[in-house]
């Protein structure tokens, strides 16, 4: 069961918290965008953080996503994907717990588990709390490739995994 459906766990971590999501179109529950769903259940979001593809999932791979009003809830949406790759001390001020549910294919070069490495430091470099809402990955019996050489750390290979890592982006 994903980290999302899992409400009876996650909301008592979330009541009378200020919230940031870090999601895209894969943050379901159900058929429900994850940030309708908390918004629905009373959670007080203040802003989402939108990684490649944008939050809803609506640009191409590699367009540049930009900051955003979301028209649906009127929410701030900051990209995170850009001109900047984490969260600022200013973004996370008035944020007490930032999730991060966004479903990964386990392959080292697409840009989620770097967005995921960068928010973990924010979230840290900030004192700020982090829920990671994890997901299955469908290539989670295969494992390929080199381990990534420091030497060619990029926002496409920020970790020392293999090309294929077959787990979890959690």
């Known amino acids: 069961t994903p980290g999302a459906e899992r409400l009876n766990e996650l909301l008592p971590l979330l009541q009378g918290k200020k919230v940031a999501l870090i999601v895209n179109q894969t943050a379901l529950v159900g058929e429900t965008f ?3 769903t908390l918004l629905h259940t009373g959670v007080k979001i203040k802003k989402i953080f939108a990684p490649e593809h944008g939050f809803r999932g609506k640009a191409d791979a ?10 649906k809830t009127g929410l701030p949406v900051i990209s995170v994907y850009g001109k900047k790759k984490k969260p600022s001390a200013s973004d996370l001020a008035d944020v007490d717990v930032v999730v991060f549910d966004i ?10 588990i770097s967005s995921l ?6 979230c840290a470099e900030n004192h700020k709390e982090l829920i990671v809402l994890d997901r299955p990955n469908p290539n989670g019996w295969y494992v390929d490739g ?10 496409v290979g920020v ?3 293999p090309v294929v890592y077959c787990l979890t982006i959690g």
């Open 34 to 36: 994850l940030a309708d």
């Open 159 to 161: 970790d020392p995994v």
């Open 103 to 112: 479903q990964d294919v386990g392959a080292r070069f697409y840009t989620f």
């Open 117 to 122: 490495h960068y928010l973990m430091e924010a």
């Open 62 to 71: 590699g367009e540049k996503v930009s900051d955003s009003i979301d028209s």
């Open 146 to 155: 080199p381990v990534l050489k420091k030497e060619f750390q990029s926002f």
